[in-house]
Nanobody, 121 residues
Framework: QVQLVESGGGLVQPGGSLRLSCVAS????????MDWYRQALGKQRELVAT???????NYADSVKGRFTISRDNAKNTVHLQMNSLKPEDTAVYYC???????????????WGQGTQVTVSS
């Protein structure tokens, strides 16, 4: 029902910045809660940041103060601005979407294909 496409990944030196984007198809973006996850090689997928349909945000402790999640409902897009990148941020980053009803997440999530972020000298 909802298709997600991530972009913006690449190779960056430690201390650098990248901005990831996730574009959602369909007409229900305004009622979707959007999340960014990442999965490093050999590790489990972890939640990085989330933004509700109302714009409330939350972050993993490891990225607080460095990453910012935002949404542009007019463009059906969620962004993840990543600053002060560290080698340990290297991972495939995925966006996830879930419907919200009365502020409560319902149903199964939708996933994008992921975009690779590599932080290395």
């Amino acid at each position: 029902q909802v298709q997600l496409v991530e972009s913006g990944g690449g190779l960056v030196q430690p201390g650098g910045s990248l901005r990831l984007s996730c574009v959602a198809s369909g007409s229900i973006f305004s009622i979707l809660a959007m999340d960014w996850y990442r999965q490093a090689l050999g590790k489990q997928r972890e939640l990085v940041a989330t933004i509700t349909s109302g714009g409330s945000t939350n972050y993993a402790d490891s990225v607080k103060g460095r990453f910012t999640i935002s949404r542009d409902n007019a463009k059906n897009t969620v962004h993840l601005q990543m600053n002060s990148l560290k080698p340990e941020d290297t991972a495939v980053y995925y966006c996830n979407a879930m419907k919200e009803l009365s502020g409560i997440r319902v149903g199964a999530g939708y996933w994008g294909q992921g975009t690779q972020v590599t932080v290395s000298s």
